[in-house]
């Protein structure tokens, strides 16, 4: 398609990303996996983010947050949780179907809560994918609900 949008922009063409080539996104988080898959690395999108992650069945992310990114999640196979607040002592589970909203810059920990299924969410960030790992973190030593 060629021309200008209401906007005054030239018009972008329509991609499609194969789910079995997407890149490995350049904001990773050890434990937790992020795949691009629209994103500047394989699109001509600005200011968004929309991946998929993977977290493997006994497996956490590291402490982290998303800078300014507003982050939503869609768990689409799987039983996980999110740790946050003081020492990361807050915990809310999620599962299939489920959706998740983390604020900018709150700092947290994401999960598989499953003792037998890897954990896989779709993820999307505005304004991009932003990853700030953080570390010598204060993380409480908490019993989690661990089931299938």
Known sequence: MTGIDPLGRPFKRISVQRGNELPLAPGQTAKAKRYSGVAVENTAVVDLWFGRVHT?????????????????????????????????????????????YVPPFVPHIEGNASRSRELVWLTTRTPDNIVVNLTDQDVADIELDIAD
Not at 60 to 78: F, I, K, N, Q
């Open 56 to 100: 493997a069945v006994g497996e956490h992310s590291d402490p982290h947050h998303h800078g300014e990114a507003e982050t939503g999640g869609y768990v689409l196979r799987g039983r996980g949780y999110i740790r946050f607040g003081e020492r990361y002592s807050e915990v809310m589970y999620f599962e299939e179907g489920d959706f998740v």
